[in-house]
């Protein structure tokens, strides 16, 4: 079992709370652009990775569709390719595109996707962020080169971050 990932922790000012908001607003954007999107062929709604996989149906799906199964035991279904308006809206699908970490990261002018190896293998990891009330923290992973850090964001001592968490009420 992989190591919890360690970070260090970076207080977002200037540019780097921008970026993390317009992330924010990306990642709404794109909800609710699938969100239409299920309404559209009559699903309840959405399975994503990096794009709109497939969706979800409290009754029955579109006859004809491909389905597969989420871990979670949860169906999903797609429409198969043969007919000219399935190709469209499978296209529509998968150009509808998720942002992740690593295009957060590429907002921030930063290169990841670091290397973390312990005994029991390796794991690719991000630059990341998360709100403690009010204040944008950016995580980057221990693993990361120290110059790996958005130039204006304010490093925080474990101390410093962990009094802010504890200092704040949870929502």
Excluded at 45 to 68: E, I, L, N, R
Excluded at 78 to 100: G, Q, T
Excluded at 107 to 127: A, T, W, Y
Excluded at 158 to 167: C, G, N, V
């Amino acid at each position: 079992m992989m190591k919890k990932a360690e970070h260090r922790h970076f207080r977002a000012e200037g540019r780097s709370a921008a970026v993390i908001a317009e992330f924010i607003t990306k990642v709404e954007a794109y909800r609710e652009d699938a969100h239409a999107l299920a309404k559209e062929v009559g699903a309840e709604g959405t399975v994503s990775g990096y794009s709109v996989d497939g969706f979800t149906f409290s009754g029955q799906a579109p006859t004809g569709w491909c389905s597969g199964r989420l871990r979670n035991g949860t169906r999903y279904y797609w429409p198969p390719k043969r007919k000219k308006a399935d190709r469209e809206l499978r296209s529509r699908m998968f150009n509808l595109r998720h942002p992740v970490a690593r295009d957060f990261e590429t907002m921030l002018g930063l290169k990841g996707g670091f290397l973390d190896v312990d005994g029991d293998g390796i794991c690719i990891r991000h630059i990341t962020f998360e709100h403690v009330g009010h204040t944008p923290i950016i995580l980057v992973p221990a693993c990361a080169p120290a110059d790996c850090v958005p130039p204006d964001a304010v490093p925080l001592k474990s101390s410093e971050y962990w009094a802010l968490k504890e200092s704040t009420p949870e929502d």
